[in-house]
């Protein structure tokens, strides 16, 4: 063959030898290595104890869908009964795409991000159960940026179940809904041999007054409280 074949690993070793002579890329590479780890270890110390309100990001690189006001993030945590907290009391793992991309981040945007809060259930901030954490970090304004989601997605049906706990107008109505229920459940003719409306309606009383003890043990007994006043709360007393 007139010309001999291409040797890319060849072609690879030249280009290195070009770039770096003798040791002097094992000292570079410990040098980057070296770089990365103290990154990672500033990111980890202000994942657990953030210290900042706003982060100096460029505007023109961040992505648009992932900027939320605080107004959307409390909103959406009063309707799926979240919590959107510092890091520092968020008890699970923060894995290791989320160090990912922040580091991206701070290299795109030649910074170093700080103030990282999270939105999760209640129990994540107590317990190891992965369900749908979202990684945000302050812009300024009381605007956020997403940089990272991961876990299970959160039931489909968990913003109607957790419609009653949104406020008190809530709880009250779904305890009448539900003693009124019951009550048209109860036989016909339980209680007398004519069926009256007097007769009904005292017993809906009766189960309004059984179906809002239960109610009351369950919130005060175990220290419940609505969304709209746990959402960005750190008192464990207030799941």
């Not at 992932?66 to 959107?84: G, M, T, V």
């Not at 209680?191 to 009351?216: D, H, P, Q, T």
Request: glycine share 4%; charged share 30%; hydrophobic share 45%.
């Amino acid at each position: 063959m007139l010309f001999p074949r291409t040797n890319i690993e060849e072609k690879l070793v030249k280009a290195k030898n070009r770039a770096f002579k003798g040791d002097d890329i094992l000292t570079e590479v410990a040098r980057i290595l070296e770089e990365d780890d103290r990154r990672e270890e500033r990111i980890a110390k202000e994942i657990v104890q953030p210290s900042g309100l706003e982060n100096s990001f460029d505007l023109e690189l961040l992505e648009t869908e992932k900027i939320f006001h605080i107004d959307q993030i409390k909103k959406i945590c009063i309707d799926y009964r979240l919590r959107f907290l510092d890091t520092k009391y968020f008890k699970a793992n923060i894995p290791r795409t989320a160090i990912e991309k922040i580091k991206k981040l701070e290299k795109d945007h030649d910074t170093q991000l700080k103030g990282f809060k999270i939105i999760a259930p209640s129990k994540l901030f107590k317990l190891n159960d992965p369900d749908d954490p979202l990684l945000f970090a302050p812009i300024g304004n009381g605007y956020y940026y997403l940089i990272h989601k991961w876990g299970n997605d959160l039931h489909p049906l968990r913003r109607w179940l957790m419609l009653p706990f949104r406020n008190f107008e809530n709880l009250l109505v779904f305890t009448l809904m539900v003693s009124y229920v019951l009550t048209l459940m109860v036989p016909n003719g339980l209680f007398s041999k004519e069926n009256s409306g007097v007769e009904f309606w005292m017993l809906y009383f009766f189960m309004f007054k059984m179906v809002a003890s239960i109610v009351i043990f369950y919130g005060f007994a175990l220290g419940k409280n609505f969304n709209t006043a746990i959402w960005n709360s750190q008192y464990s007393k207030m799941r």
